[in-house]
């Protein structure tokens, strides 16, 4: 009996290790911020360095590119979790010149940005990016949510609550739980404290969804994508062939070849 007690104690305590080591593995984030807007202006000329708040208050800062000179639609890009909206600016001038407004948004905890990052607080951070972009004049008809990796279970979630105007999700993951199945197999439910539940959420989406995932992501596996492309109808997969999970050629060229598409298609399709 009591082998069998201190057994039990020390899987118990290993547990709580695991669960307690679970958000640093899910959240390594990127200390790179972004520079003075002067500084950027030379490589982006059109881009702006902007202070935000989250929906509790925590502050952010996240790149706008814009042309006041005509209503454009808007890009809301989440990254990854091992990246900053620093690492997006070429992304984004890329998709800006093609015809899009872009806006680059941070997570507490990533990019210089006080606070601990974690599934609420990440979707109070997505919800303070839409907020200054309403504030400022942009109606969710306009926003195009985009997540990538991390980032998709940020687009799902703020997609199934407002009516925006389509939403791309590139390498994303059907939960992180699932994703943590792959590591820990069975045990992922008790060890994971942020769950993302795309899979579970992503039908309750009215605006028109795109899906990008390379064939030979070694970090999401390929598989998640389609499972969420199958878990509604008239979504649109793409899976590039030679693509991994950090090396996608010419995702910019992917997305402007997409999009226009995407765009035309009625809500809800």
């Known amino acids: 009996m009591r082998l069998a007690f201190s057994i039990a104690l020390v899987a118990l305590v290993f547990l709580l290790l ?16 972004l520079v003075e807007e002067e500084r950027l202006k030379k490589t982006f000329p059109a881009v702006r360095v902007v202070d935000y708040q989250a929906s509790d208050g925590n502050a952010l800062r996240g790149a706008f590119f814009h042309d006041a000179s005509a209503e454009r639609p808007v890009i809301v890009s989440f990254h990854g979790n091992a990246e900053s909206a620093a690492n997006g600016l070429p992304l984004g ?3 800006f010149s093609g015809g ?4 680059l948004a941070e997570y507490r905890g ?11 607080g990440l979707y109070k951070d997505g919800q303070g990016a839409l907020r200054w972009l309403e504030l400022k004049g942009i109606a969710p008809s306009r926003v195009i949510l985009m997540g990538r990796s991390l980032g998709s279970g940020v687009a799902v979630e703020l997609a199934r609550s407002r009516p925006v105007k389509a939403v ?21 439910p008790l060890i994971v404290r942020d769950r993302f539940d795309s899979i579970s959420k992503i039908a309750a989406i009215g605006a028109p969804v795109l899906i990008v ?14 499972r969420l492309s199958r878990s509604r109808p008239g979504i649109r997969y793409v899976e590039l062939p030679g693509a991994s999970h950090n090396d996608i050629p010419d995702l910019a060229s992917v997305l402007l070849k997409e999009l226009p598409a995407l765009l035309s298609r009625p809500t809800g399709s």
Request: hydrophobic share 40%; charged share 15%; proline share 12%.
């Open 18 to 33: 695991l669960r307690m080591a679970s958000r640093p593995m899910l959240f390594p984030g990127s200390t790179v911020p």
């Open 93 to 95: 001038w890329r998709l």
């Open 100 to 103: 899009y407004d872009v806006f």
């Open 110 to 120: 990533f990019g210089g940005a006080p606070g601990s990052p974690s599934e609420e």
């Open 168 to 188: 791309v999700l590139v390498s994303p993951y059907t939960s992180v739980t699932d994703l943590g199945r792959t590591l820990v197999g069975p045990l992922a």
């Open 213 to 226: 995932h390379g064939a030979r992501d070694e970090v999401i596996p390929v598989e998640m994508g389609q």
